[in-house]
């Protein structure tokens, strides 16, 4: 995670940071009164966070796997002052979701969650949580921006950012509109300084709805996934690819056997729309699918060549293979071709080891057959395109059986 971008709760409570008060407790020494806090002995620390009702009958708690993760006791204080033991229903750390259940839970009250679909830009919110552990306190502030990702390249990540005023102990807690339905769960911040300076992420409601159902039903989040890699559609990108999109997401190359692969979408081709509903960017749709379970069926929108195409799939088990999905490569030095005669293409007849070349991904054996939406006969093709010094450059790669893409700029 950036240095910058901060989880709110951290490493042990808040009141055990430098220049706290309550600092030289036992409690922030590792131990707790009375007890032998010898050299040898583990520490043990208290970490602090917030979280949601969403099942009263059943005691179901979403907060942040963070806030949970590796916890031996989990305490539930209610802003009634009731306090309940809870265990975890299930964690899914590239979401940063958790849910945990409240044992025998009595007259709970559970939020009501919202379209998070629906929300907009400058849209009202109000954050609610336990800010350094201070008890139930209310901030307000907008809708700063919809669809945030980047903080994590690994995790699925589609945020609601807000400028209402969050800090350490929100994670976990809830953003509401002005109706007190759940929009989304905090959950992490951009601190410069440590503090809060107005920019907040939250993930979406709907997407907690869907990953805690799968952890309500299985005790965890079984994924699917279309089995693509990707990037963002850039003006520039679509500019090259002669796509007539301003936002989408890219395929720059389909994994054999694939969900995608067996309902033919292809290297090349924009996905546009997901069940009807816009794709904004790859992060968008990648962070969507990863929370759909496995066998769910879905229709995508797609520009393939301008023109706009339809498929239906199921999404098949996720293999969990990590790919930096917005790579945007630079450089082709390091790379020997040749003809591959015919007309056929450019081959790439050796790939220097750490040069630009090897970093955009060519290997030996790939062969060039198109850039920027051109067919590439032979290498004056190729070197007249890249004379034109384009702002983004989308070689068709055939490797194998595959036709994949590489991007640089």
Known sequence: MPRNFQQFFGDNSPFCQDGSPFQSS?????????????????????????????????????????????????????????????????????????????????????????????????DYTVAIGNPFGLGETVTS????????????????????QTDAAINRGNSGGALVNLNGELIGINTAILAPDGGNIGIGFAIPSNMVKNLTSQMVEFGQVKRGELGIMGTELSSELAKAMKVDAQRGAFVSQVMPNSSAAKAGIKAGDVITS??????????????????????????????????????????????????DSSSIFKGIEGADMSNKGQDKGVVVSDVKANSPAAQIGLKKGDVIIGANQQPV????????????????????????????????Q
Not at 33 to 48: E, R, T, V, Y
Not at 150 to 157: C, D, I, K
Not at 377 to 401: H, T
């Open 377 to 408: 006969k032979n290498i004056a093709e190729l070197r007249k395109i890249l004379d034109s010094k384009p702002a983004v450059l989308a070689l068709n790669i055939q490797r194998g059986d595959s036709s994949i893409y590489l991007l640089m």
């Open 274 to 323: 997901l069940n009807g509903k816009p794709i904004s960017s790859f992060a968008a749709l990648r962070a969507q699918v990863g929370t759909m379970p496995v066998g769910s069926k879905i229709n995508l929108g797609l520009l393939r060549d301008g023109k706009p195409v339809t498929v239906n799939l199921e999404l098949q088990q996720s293999s969990q293979t990590q790919v």
């Open 141 to 160: 502030g907008i809708v700063s921006a919809l669809g945030r990702s980047g903080l994590n390249a690994e995790n699925y990540e589609n945020f609601i």
């Open 26 to 122: 036992p409690f922030c020494q590792g131990g707790a009164p009375g007890a032998d806090n010898g050299g040898s002995q583990k520490q043990k620390f208290m970490a602090l966070g917030s979280g949601v009702i969403i099942d009263a009958a059943k005691g179901y708690v979403v907060t942040n796997n963070h806030v949970v993760d590796n916890a031996t006791v989990i305490k539930v204080q209610l802003s009634d002052g009731r306090k309940f033991d809870a265990k975890v229903v299930g964690k899914d750390p590239r979401s940063d979701i958790a849910l945990i259940q409240i044992q025998d839970p009595k007259n709970l009250t559970a939020i009501k969650l919202a379209d998070s679909d629906a929300l907009r830009v400058g």
